[in-house]
T-cell receptor, first 110, second 114 residues
């Protein structure tokens, strides 16, 4: 079953604009992670936020977590054409494996 | 050069044939995972292993089998019982230490049915 669901499914923006993706989940978590996938490639870990954290930054990435609403958002500032990829949230409940959402496909137009 | 390797990059299966996808890691990770990804979809867990000689079914294990005889290796066999095997298969690994929650992924194997 899909624990995380991303919104929107697809996003197209111009280079230099900010991109915001949202993730909702259903059960209590230990942490939430965001991964990036270039077309036809494996996933690359971007950032992890723990359940007791509300906001985290890494370079041009900003992640927020609202455990009361069971939701997270990923903001990519000043987007570049190279940011074009699919972005997945994944929840860690402390059991077995991460559970991944269906992803947001981001297209950054140069 | 540490990481996870998967082979082959592309694999073609004939009807009724079993095929095996390779996954090797030199990260000294205890846990390994197999996911299936269909076009435009997220990842679904097939099997996972937390330790050598032990593995557990994920959400979509039917038609698949695995083994974990060595820490470094976690091969996945797609059997003839899997009626719709065309997909992108991703292997991942993770350390089971207390500060190690990140999964590391291989480059994937695309399986196509002839």
């Amino acid at each position: 079953s899909q624990q995380g669901e991303e919104d929107p499914q697809a996003l197209s923006i111009q280079e230099g604009e900010n991109a915001t993706m949202n993730c909702s989940y259903k059960t209590s978590i230990n942490n939430l992670q965001w991964y990036r996938q270039n077309s036809g490639r494996g996933l690359v870990h971007l950032i992890l936020i723990r359940s007791n954290e509300r906001e985290k930054h890494s370079g041009r990435l900003r992640v927020t977590l609202d455990t009361s609403k069971k939701s997270s958002s990923l903001l990519i500032t000043a987007s570049r054409a190279a940011d074009t990829a699919s972005y997945f949230c994944a929840t860690d409940t402390g059991r077995r494996a991460l559970t991944f959402g269906s992803g947001t496909r981001l297209q950054v137009q140069p | 050069d540490g990481g996870i390797t998967q082979s082959p990059k592309y694999l073609f299966r004939k009807e009724g044939q079993n095929v095996t996808l390779s996954c090797e890691q030199n990260l000294n990770h205890d846990a390994m995972y197999w996911y299936r990804q269909d076009p435009g979809q997220g990842l679904r867990l097939i099997y996972y292993s937390q330790i050598v000689n032990d593995f557990q079914k994920g959400d979509i294990a039917e038609g698949y089998s695995v083994s974990r005889e060595k820490k470094e290796s976690f091969p996945l066999t797609v059997t003839s019982a899997q009626k719709n095997p065309t997909a992108f298969y991703l292997c991942a690994s993770r350390s089971t230490g207390t500060k190690s929650e990140t999964q590391y992924f291989g480059p994937g194997t695309r399986l196509l049915v002839l």
